[in-house]
């Protein structure tokens, strides 16, 4: 798969009601520690089917942003049933995104 990008008018459809656990990665595009994030996950979500990578702009979503208490970036946001389970601020290398995502 590949990282979906995902913006007020689905974001329930592809996060909350998603039947796989979904990562959040809340970004904006001049963030250059989100841009070092960007390939950690666009490889994250082509090596895993049994997740789902989403990316979230908090520049155009700032309702999402807001809404999720987004205060610094990159944020990831792991998501299971609808419900937030894990959260990390900053970069991090795959295997801190692998652990935060759990099994």
Known sequence: MKVIEATGANFEQEVLKSDKPVLVDFNAEWCGPCRMMKPV????????GDIKVVSVNIDDEDELAEEYGISSIPCLVVFRDGAETA???GFVPREAVEALIGD
């Open 41 to 48: 996950l666009d490889q994250l979500a082509a090596d895993r």
């Open 87 to 89: 959260r990390n601020i």
